[in-house]
């Protein structure tokens, strides 16, 4: 992990219409490393997350990728920014009736001149990262659900992005497979140097992964603790955060 930031989130303030969600955040996210966004139910986590991939504009603040900001990129240099990102989504948002190969084809054809060959053997190299190399001809449906998240990451590194965004990648997954999830997350970092920043609840997880985390909370609009994870599990004097931490009621 470098000590170079590669996101950095400068007086953060997001919402809906005229519901204010989250005012003045600020953190950084360093290069390589596996970065958490957790708190409660409501807390944010994942409207923070569509204003950190461009989903939704900023009320105020910027959000810095590499030195470059997201919300005020026009053409093509937008384009340029949203190619060193990939985003994984909770419902891994694979395309039903395209096999996982095509999947991940669609983003090399949207932002590379790359003939239809090349595409595919860039698919299948990313499907055998995550050890799908055998499934590239399967539909989604065909799959099981830890597998389609895999996919999903698969397709979010068709780019070779710095940075990997996943929300709630261990969602609806089965104590083993999470820990498959977690162990490949690990591996491409380890392997690549990719960043990730993950939303999620999922303590264990957490724990197997997390360099550092944030925790948002829903009244103060914001950041209540910012650490290593088992540092704010054992030290962390705020009782929400203990709560939280070691799940008590």
Same mark, same amino acid.
């Given at each position: 992990?470098?000590?170079?930031?590669?996101?950095?989130?400068?007086? +953060?303030?997001?919402?809906?219409?005229?519901?204010?969600?989250?005012?003045?955040?600020?953190?950084?996210? *360093?290069?390589?490393?596996?970065?958490?966004?957790?708190?409660?139910?409501?807390?944010?986590?994942?409207?923070?997350?569509?204003?950190?991939?461009?989903?939704?504009? +900023?009320? =105020?603040? *910027?959000? !810095?990728?590499?030195? @470059?900001?997201?919300? %005020?990129?026009?053409?093509?240099?937008?384009?340029?920014?949203?190619?060193? #990102?990939?985003? $994984?989504?909770?419902?891994?948002?694979?395309? $039903?009736?395209?096999?996982?190969?095509?999947?991940?084809? !669609?983003?090399?054809?949207?932002?590379?001149?790359?003939?239809?060959?090349?595409?595919?053997?860039?698919?299948?190299?990313?499907? *055998?990262?995550?050890?799908?190399?055998?499934?590239?001809?399967?539909?989604?449906?065909? #799959?099981?659900?830890?597998?389609?998240?895999?996919? &999903? #990451?698969?397709?979010?590194?068709? +780019?070779?992005?710095?940075? /990997?965004?996943?929300?709630?990648?261990?969602?609806?997954?089965?104590?083993? %497979?999470?820990?498959?999830?977690?162990?490949?997350?690990?591996?491409? @970092?380890?392997?690549?140097?990719?960043?990730?920043? #993950?939303?999620?609840?999922? /303590?264990?997880?957490?724990? &197997?992964?997390?360099?550092?985390?944030?925790?948002?909370?829903?009244? *103060?609009? =914001?950041?209540?603790?910012?650490?290593?994870?088992?540092? +704010?599990?054992?030290?962390?004097?705020?009782?929400?955060?203990?709560?939280?931490?070691?799940?008590?009621?």
């Amino acid at each position: 992990m470098s000590e170079e930031s590669v996101i950095e989130v400068q007086d +953060l303030s997001a919402g809906y219409g005229e519901t204010v969600i989250l005012e003045n955040v600020n953190f950084t996210v *360093k290069r390589g490393e596996i970065f958490g966004i957790l708190g409660g139910s409501g807390c944010g986590k994942s409207t923070l997350l569509k204003h950190l991939i461009g989903l939704l504009p +900023l009320r =105020g603040g *910027k959000v !810095l990728i590499d030195g @470059r900001e997201l919300a %005020t990129a026009h053409g093509e240099e937008r384009q340029k920014i949203l190619r060193h #990102i990939g985003v $994984g989504y909770q419902s891994s948002a694979l395309f $039903g009736s395209m096999t996982l190969a095509e999947n991940i084809t !669609l983003p090399l054809e949207e932002f590379t001149d790359l003939p239809a060959a090349a595409r595919e053997a860039i698919a299948w190299t990313k499907l *055998k990262l995550v050890s799908l190399e055998n499934y590239g001809g399967h539909l989604p449906a065909e #799959i099981s659900g830890g597998m389609q998240k895999r996919a &999903a #990451i698969a397709r979010a590194m068709a +780019l070779d992005p710095a940075v /990997l965004f996943l929300d709630e990648p261990s969602a609806g997954l089965d104590p083993v %497979t999470s820990a498959e999830l977690d162990a490949l997350i690990l591996k491409l @970092r380890d392997s690549l140097g990719v960043t990730f920043v #993950i939303v999620t609840h999922e /303590l264990a997880s957490i724990y &197997a992964v997390a360099d550092r985390v944030i925790m948002l909370d829903k009244q *103060k609009k =914001g950041i209540i603790a910012e650490g290593r994870p088992q540092d +704010l599990r054992d030290e962390s004097q705020d009782p929400f955060v203990r709560k939280f931490f070691h799940r008590e009621a």
